[in-house]
């Protein structure tokens, strides 16, 4: 893949052990005794989303929409952004959620907006809005998934660190994914990066583009 330019997206949100407010539950109840040590299950607002306390995949608990338009593969220590969460009905959500890892010094940035309407089976409209978004310059590539096609593409920049003004890469993985089989779609944004730039990180780039891949294959509709 030639070398791309990537507009980074950062969410404007830190991630500690968990920030945010009640407004409804879409998870099953849980019993405040069987609340799992995990990040996204302490915060509040995480586990309205989260289906169960049980995992469904190693490291993953299963995450459903406010729309109820689809479900995916949520990490169980990330933690929504309630500020930076908007949804519509049953035809538009929007929101950020991210996880930091300090073993490694990594930390982690999930953007996602999803919509049920017309304009979604045009792909060439949304695609040009993912290379707006990210400046990707070339083609995207073409997975098809249970029911769905991801239209995905990846690429790396370094950019200064808020904190320390020092130079950190960020490395970025993204896609739009239309379901085949009604007039849903979502735009998914992941990027990851090291937590503190004056600190050691090492990223591993083949392991990040998996767990990128395995959220957006991931999505059901």
């Known amino acids: 893949m030639k070398k791309t330019t990537?507009?980074?997206?950062?969410?404007?949100?830190?991630f500690?052990?968990?920030?945010?407010?009640?407004?409804?539950?879409?998870?099953?109840?849980?019993?405040?005794?069987?609340?799992?040590?995990?990040?996204?299950?302490?915060?509040?607002?995480?586990?309205?989303?989260?289906?169960?306390?049980?995992?469904?995949e190693d490291g993953y608990y299963t995450f459903v929409s406010k729309t109820k338009g689809y479900t995916m593969l949520f990490p169980v220590n990330a933690t929504i952004s309630s500020a930076a969460h908007d949804y519509q009905d049953d035809y538009f959500e929007t929101y950020n959620f991210g996880e930091s890892v300090d073993e490694e010094n990594l930390s982690r940035y999930f953007t996602v907006t999803y919509e049920d309407k017309p304009s979604?089976?045009?792909?060439?409209?949304?695609l040009e809005l993912l290379t707006?978004?990210?400046?990707?310059?070339?083609?995207?590539?073409e997975?098809?998934?249970?029911?769905?096609?991801?239209?995905?593409?990846?690429?790396?920049?370094?950019?200064?660190?808020?904190?320390t003004n020092k130079k950190v890469m960020f490395y970025g993985y993204f896609g739009y994914i239309q379901s085949q089989k009604d007039q849903e779609g979502l735009h998914f944004f992941y990027e990851t990066t090291c937590r503190k730039a004056?600190?050691?990180?090492?990223?591993?780039?083949?392991?990040?583009?998996?767990?990128?891949?395995?959220?957006?294959?991931?999505?059901q509709f």
């Open 6 to 14: 990537i507009l980074f997206i950062i969410p404007l949100f830190v």
């Open 16 to 56: 500690a052990g968990g920030c945010g407010i009640s407004i409804g539950s879409g998870s099953e109840k849980t019993n405040p005794e069987s609340i799992p040590e995990t990040e996204a299950f302490k915060d509040d607002f995480t586990r309205e989303f989260i289906k169960s306390p049980d995992g469904t």
């Open 120 to 126: 979604t089976r045009d792909i060439e409209f949304n």
């Open 132 to 141: 707006e978004h990210t400046g990707y310059e070339s083609e995207f590539k």
């Open 143 to 163: 997975i098809r998934a249970l029911d769905n096609v991801i239209y995905y593409g990846k690429g790396n920049k370094e950019l200064t660190h808020n904190e």
């Open 198 to 219: 004056d600190k050691p990180c090492k990223i591993n780039e083949q392991v990040e583009e998996e767990r990128a891949l395995l959220m957006m294959k991931s999505i």
